[in-house]
C-alpha cells in the first residue's frame, strides 16, 4: 500500500511539472512543490491523510503568496509602448471584421488590422472600442 501511494504522489509531482512546463503560467508548480513534500511524507511513513493535509496546504498557501510575488518578477520582459494607450479608445472600421477574419479599423490617423473579441460581424463605419493588442492587431468589440 505504502509503494502505491509513494508512486502516486511522483505521478503528482511528474504531471504538475509537465503542465507547468507547457503553460508556463506559474500555477502548477506549486502544486509540484506540495506533491513533493508529500512525497517525501510518504517515504517517511506519515498517515495518507497528513500527506493529502500537506498538499493541500502547502500547495495553496504557495499559490496565493508566492505566484504573485514570481509574476510581477518575472514581468520584466513586458516593454510599454504608445500603443497602449489605444486601449479602451473607440475606433472606426474600415474594412468588415468577420469572427475568424482579419479586418481593418481607424483610429487618430492610423490603420490597424483588427480581429473581433466574439462573435459579432463588424461592419464598414461601425465604432469599435479597443480590448487589446496582440502585435501588430487590435482586438475589438462593437462600441
Not at 29 to 51: D, E, H, N
Amino acid at each position: 500500500m505504502d509503494i502505491i501511494v509513494i508512486i502516486a504522489w511522483f505521478i503528482v509531482i511528474i504531471v504538475t511539472a509537465f503542465i507547468e512546463i507547457n503553460t508556463m503560467d506559474l500555477t502548477s508548480i506549486w502544486f509540484s512543490i506540495g506533491a513533493l513534500v508529500s512525497f517525501v511524507l510518504a517515504i517517511i511513513g506519515l498517515a495518507i491523510w497528513w500527506q493529502v493535509a500537506a498538499f493541500l496546504i502547502i500547495s495553496i498557501a504557495l499559490l496565493l503568496s508566492v505566484r504573485p510575488l514570481a509574476k510581477n518578477y518575472l514581468k520584466t520582459k513586458v516593454v510599454s509602448t504608445n500603443a497602449d494607450r489605444l486601449i479602451g479608445k473607440i475606433a472606426i472600421c474600415t474594412r468588415e471584421i468577420r469572427p475568424g477574419e482579419r479586418g481593418e479599423v481607424k483610429i487618430d490617423g492610423q490603420f490597424w488590422s483588427a480581429v473581433t473579441a466574439d462573435e459579432d460581424t463588424i461592419h464598414v463605419e461601425d465604432r469599435v472600442e479597443i480590448l487589446a493588442i496582440e502585435g501588430v492587431k487590435l482586438i475589438v468589440v462593437k462600441a
